[in-house]
């Protein structure tokens, strides 16, 4: 087989490898109109809808997704939602503390749920102004844990509770820069292949 056809062959191989990577690994697999949003020094990635406002919280200690209805009060000075949703997410220190003894002392009935990659336990409690709020503890990396909280007013009746439902689902843990290294690795690859491929077909070309 000419030199020239084998080359073809094996960057042709590089480029589909390098693509499934790209579709399958790291492709957003969200639903339409959804949007993913990934956070590689939180180490965490979730779904949600793209009219969202995602807001990150101070000194990068996680972040926030709001959907506002129409209608909206303040209460004692503080923001409360009566028409959408407010979903939060922030990695935590367990401080040496087991993660079971913390989901235990914030509440001992707290239930066992599946997410997208990781087990939660979720429980409900109220907020600041007295609003029920749904938690749920997911365990990290680095002796650290995850917590999901929404709280959902949907008095129009406009599915709030499924969207954030479907979004809190989503949540899956990142290692710490495999995606990225991943990236970076295909694209040498390709790059690579490309560079010998052309060397290759620049040497035995005819004189």
């Keep these: ?12 191989i590089l ?14 697999d969200a639903p339409a ?14 779904n949600h809808p793209a009219e969202m406002e995602v807001t990150s919280l101070p000194e990068s200690e996680g972040a926030t997704f709001s959907l506002s209805g ?4 303040s209460i004692a000075g503080f923001a409360r939602f009566s028409d ?27 239930e066992l749920i599946q997410l997208g990659n990781a087990q939660g336990y979720t429980y409900e409690s109220t907020n600041i102004v007295g609003d029920g709020i749904v938690l749920i503890l997911v365990e990290a990396p680095q002796d650290q844990f995850f917590e999901i909280s929404y709280n959902v007013q949907d008095p129009n009746g406009r599915g709030y509770q499924q969207i ?17 290294a991943l990236t970076i690795v295909f694209g040498i690859i390709i790059l690579a292949g490309i560079a010998l491929g052309a060397g290759l077909l620049f040497i035995s070309r005819p004189t």
Excluded: H
Excluded at 33 to 46: A, C, P, T, V
Excluded at 85 to 99: A, C, D, K, M, Y
């Design 1 to 12: 087989m000419p030199t020239q056809k084998v080359l073809l062959i094996i960057l042709a």
């Design 70 to 73: 129409n209608e909206e009060q």
């Design 84 to 110: 959408g949703i407010q979903l939060t997410v922030t990695r935590q220190l367990l401080s040496g503390e087991p993660f079971l003894d913390v989901v235990n002392a914030k509440n001992s009935a707290a």
């Design 164 to 180: 954030v439902d479907q979004a809190a689902a989503s949540f899956e843990i990142l290692e710490s820069g495999v995606p990225f």
């Design 15 to 28: 480029v589909f490898v390098s693509a499934f990577f790209w579709l399958v690994v790291l492709r957003s």
């Design 33 to 46: 109109g959804w949007e993913r949003y990934s956070n590689n020094q939180l180490g965490f990635q979730i």
